[in-house]
């Protein structure tokens, strides 16, 4: 697995990257890491495997976030 340094979106929101190198085709295939919140392309690569986005969320830069204690489930 290789992690990519988180990357900022033109929307605000930031993500990190991760490729996982499966191997099981032994070709590549390319492949596009898009923007959970607007959809816009982040990162292209030709890869054999998959590639993983996830927010990154950052409560103490957030003003008026909500404490996860406090939200009742």
Do not use: W
Request: with cysteine.
């Amino acid at each position: 697995m290789n992690v990519i340094d988180e990357v900022e979106c033109i929307c605000g929101t930031t993500v990190e990257i991760s490729e996982f190198h499966l191997g099981l085709r032994g070709e590549t295939v390319p492949t596009k890491a898009p923007c959970p919140m607007c959809g816009r392309t982040l990162y292209e690569v030709d890869i054999d495997g998959m590639v993983l986005v996830e927010v990154v969320l950052d409560a103490v830069k957030r003003t008026g976030a909500v404490p996860p204690e406090t939200v009742k489930r």
